[in-house]
Each structure stands twice: as C-alpha cells, then as structure tokens.
T-cell receptor
Framework: GENVEQHPSTLSVQEGDSAVIKCTYS??????FPWYKQELGKRPQLIID?????GEKKDQRIAVTLNKTAKHFSLHITETQPEDSAVYFC??????????FGAGTTVTVRA | EAGVAQSPRYKIIEKRQSVAFWCNPI?????LYWYQQILGQGPKLLIQ????????DSQLPKDRFSAERLKGVDSTLKIQPAKLEDSAVYLC??????????????FGPGTRLLVL
C-alpha cells in the first residue's frame, strides 16, 4: 500500500517568514495529493490539493509543488501569520481511493 | 451546505465494552470514509463506502470493528469489545465522488473515544 512520509514533524517560524513542509510517497500510481490543516481539537480541513498533471499550484500565500519523478511534494506558506499555527497533513491517493496521510507537521508561528 | 455530522462527540468506556459511532455525510455525497486518528498521528483509513457498498476495508480490524451504511446515507461504526489501544478520534468524511474521481473529502468533527 501507499506509504507517505512527512518532514519535519515540528516547525517554528517567525511571523512573516516562510514555512516549507515536505512529503514523499511510495506508490508511483498515486495521482492526487491534498494538504489538510487541523487546528487543535478541530476537524481536518482541505487547504490546497494538486493533481499529477500539474507541477505547481498556488492559492494566495499557499503553494504546493509536485515532483512525480522523485515522488515528493511540498507545501509552501509565505508571509506566515499567527493563524497559520496548526498541524498540517499531507496525503496521497490514486484518485480518491485509500487516501494515505503523513504523520503531520506542527507549525508554530512566533509573533 | 451543511457539513458532515457525527455523534457522539465524546465517549468514555471501559475495555471490553461496546461502543457505536454515527455519521451523517453531506447530502448527495456518494462516498463515505471512516478514519482512526491516534494522538500525534495522521488519520488512518478504516473503511470506505461507495453508496452502500464497501470499497475498501483492508485496514479495519474485523475481529472487533464493524461498519455499515444502510441505504447509502448514514453510517455506523461499532467496536466490540473495545481495547485500550482503540483510544483515538474517529473521523468520518464524505466526498461527492461516485468512483474514479479526485474529489475533496470533507471531514466531520470526530468522536473522541477514551477506553479505560
């Protein structure tokens, strides 16, 4: 089955700086890569996703890049703000079957 | 649109007892998922339904866990008997997909289970 590894497990950044989270996956058939944000005690919420037919996608301060050859994808958050503090999960699947999640990255934005 | 609903939100039971969780997906969503999220880890898929049929249950501990989705709408997940290691948040999610798509999964608030 699919195995998703996520790094780092914790990330502390100064407000206004950028944050980068990296994930690798094992199944070359995977073609859907969403990122979820989970605030303490709340449900995971989709913040951005990318399909395998594109290499990069951007939505305001958030961007995701995908390297299918190397089987890794990354989340980039620019101009971080205190409300960006949360746990971020990457995931991978073939279509929407068996979405496999990484272990999560706890991001703390220091004021 | 209304989100995914789950109940109860919290449950405390003793080991060897039984427990059941309920999920109501977003109206019109064909696919429903149950995940187990242990503290400090990412969600792990337990079972995936498409309408009222099981798509994947390979990670469901079938000796103690069962799930059903009657009429292709609501779903229940049961644990019988519970073990200490079942303590986790049980998340339900749904997506519009009828199969083969790359649809967004929307999560419910989860049920936090503590087994003593």
């Amino acid at each position: 089955g699919e195995n998703v590894e996520q790094h780092p497990s914790t990330l502390s950044v100064q407000e206004g700086d950028s944050a980068v989270i990296k994930c690798t996956y094992s199944d070359s058939a995977s073609n859907y890569f969403p990122w979820y944000k989970q605030e303490l005690g709340k449900r995971p919420q989709l913040i951005i996703d990318i399909r395998s037919n594109v290499g990069e996608k951007k939505d305001q301060r958030i961007a995701v890049t995908l390297n299918k050859t190397a089987k890794h994808f990354s989340l980039h958050i620019t101009e971080t703000q205190p409300e960006d503090s949360a746990v971020y999960f990457c995931a991978a699947s073939f279509n929407d079957y068996k979405l496999s999640f990484g272990a999560g990255t706890t991001v703390t934005v220091r004021a | 649109e209304a989100g995914v609903a789950q109940s109860p939100r919290y449950k405390i039971i003793e080991k060897r007892q039984s427990v059941a969780f309920w999920c109501n997906p977003i109206s019109g969503h064909a696919t429903l998922y149950w995940y187990q999220q242990i503290l400090g880890q990412g969600p792990k898929l337990l079972i995936q339904f498409q309408n009222n049929g099981v798509v994947d249950d390979s990670q469901l501990p079938k000796d103690r866990f069962s799930a059903e989705r009657l009429k292709g709408v609501d779903s229940t997940l049961k644990i019988q008997p519970a073990k200490l290691e079942d303590s986790a948040v049980y998340l339900c999610a749904s997506s519009f997909s009828t199969g083969g798509g790359q649809e967004t999964q929307y999560f419910g608030p989860g049920t936090r289970l503590l087994v003593l």
